[in-house]
């Protein structure tokens, strides 16, 4: 739905003038706060009767509570609280986050008062709002909604505190506690909301696997090779997999243990890889079935580093092209396709030559795909074992490959059988391509 149809809908709710609703719509919205949790403010800001009305709604199971119930009066155990600063019309508003769990489930909740809510603690909450966020039922406390602290603690089935490894956040998550070696990092300053101000980012990596981070209020504890616990850290996505931020309200403490990155790195289905929206650091074996337009050798504008045709950058018009190499390979190990995207070294490697041997193919040839047919012919058809970081738009799922090697299970049987199960599925996709 357009910002304007919600702002009609609550100003038709309400009963407020809708050019006032849609600039506070806005301003919200253009502070990154879901639309939801938007239209929710704005129901408390003028004062909305309907959540409140018809007295204390009756106690409900947290299995129970559905996206369709619109407030509910619920016990349970906080297992998380994490405070987070949003900006709400010129002045930052802290929030606490977390999750609640009685014996038949969990459910997350977002707080607007501070009600001192602690990991541990038993709480009832009267008439907490209902939403819906992802599918799934969420909690807002908030003016309306009474809390009080239970003495005999409620005993639930689920680990107190919001302990995790890396591979298990997921966007959205809050009040995380991780312990992670910092893999990268480095100091940038960005034009913040109140403008100049440094931040850290780079990628924390855990037994588990990596992820990459923002420090927006850096910490001196965190430092490239330094391992460190952090708690109330929440997740966001960014540019296609979830990120671990790091705020002012987060602690960070410096750990004495080593840490192995990437140890225990789950290999994933291609199907199962893309199913998951985005993720950092993943590996997965497949074969290599085709390979994209846009591989081998190729120009890039020199402004924006985009790959240009003919000399013409959609953005730049006509520019001195930089000549670069780079491979969009096909992978499919029969649960889905994925494509793997190599840089310039990898596609040195599985070219066998460098970008100054590539450009001397191309002018003998008087042709630069050459250069894609000879990579063509040495990668296609062969089992790969692929691992970076993978992402998924409107035009498919892309694995930018940190490594590409050719996979030691037995290729050349796997490889045959395949591909003569996918053949069809080949075809049509160089079909799509041209
Ligand atoms: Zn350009």
């Not at 405070?83 to 986050?97: A, M, N, T, W």
Request: proline share 3%; aromatic share 4%; charged share 30%.
């Amino acid at each position: 739905m357009e910002l304007e149809n919600h702002a009609e809908d609550l100003a038709s709710d309400l009963g407020v003038d809708k050019e006032e609703v849609t600039a506070d719509l806005q301003n919200l919205v253009e502070y990154s706060v879901p639309i939801d949790e938007a239209k929710q403010s704005l129901r408390r800001k003028y004062g909305d009767g309907s959540s409140a009305g018809g007295g204390t709604p009756s106690a409900k199971d947290i299995a129970d509570i559905t996206p369709d119930d619109s407030s509910v009066t619920v016990t349970g155990v906080v297992l998380s609280a994490g405070k987070r600063s949003i900006r709400y019309q010129g002045d930052d508003h802290v929030i606490v986050e977390g999750r609640l769990a009685d014996e038949t489930g969990t459910v997350d909740y977002t707080s607007w008062e501070d009600f001192g809510l602690s990991p541990g603690d038993t709480i009832t909450a009267g008439n907490a709002n209902v939403r819906e966020w992802d599918g799934e039922p969420e909690l807002n406390l908030g003016e309306s909604t009474s809390i009080s602290f239970d003495e005999d603690g409620l005993e639930v089935p689920h680990e107190i505190g919001g302990e995790s490894d890396l591979a298990d956040l997921e966007t959205g998550d809050r009040a995380a506690t991780v312990e992670v070696s910092v893999v990268e990092c480095e100091r940038r300053t960005i034009d913040g909301r109140d403008g100049e101000t440094d931040i850290l980012s780079g990628v924390f990596g855990d037994e588990s696997g990596r992820l990459p981070f923002t420090n927006w209020d850096p910490a001196p504890e965190i430092e490239d090779g330094g391992t460190v616990r952090i708690e109330n850290a929440y997740v966001q996505e960014f540019r296609g997999v979830p990120e671990v931020n790091v705020s002012e309200f987060s602690t960070v403490a410096a750990l004495e243990r080593e840490i192995d990155v990437g140890a225990d790195t789950t290999t994933m289905g291609v199907g199962e890889a893309v199913r998951t929206g985005g993720v950092y650091d993943v590996e997965v074996v497949g074969n290599v079935i085709a390979i994209r337009d846009g591989s081998g050798l190729i120009q890039r504008c020199p402004e924006c580093y985009r790959v240009i045709q003919k000399g013409q950058c959609r953005t730049h018009g006509s520019v001195d092209g930089v000549d670069d190499l780079r491979v969009k390979a096909i992978v499919d190990d029969g649960t889905g396709t994925v494509t793997a995207v190599l840089d310039d070294e990898i596609t040195e490697d599985v070219y066998g030559g460098t970008l100054d041997d590539a450009l001397e193919a191309a002018r003998e040839a008087m042709d630069q795909e050459v250069v894609a047919d000879t990579i063509r012919e040495e990668i296609v058809g062969r089992e790969y074992r692929v691992r970076g970081h993978l992402s998924v738009d409107e035009y498919g799922a892309n694995l930018d490959a940190e490594s590409f090697a050719e996979s030691d299970d037995d290729p050349e049987t796997r490889a045959s059988a395949f591909l003569e199960e996918i053949d069809g599925t080949a075809a049509e996709l160089e079909e799509v391509d041209a």
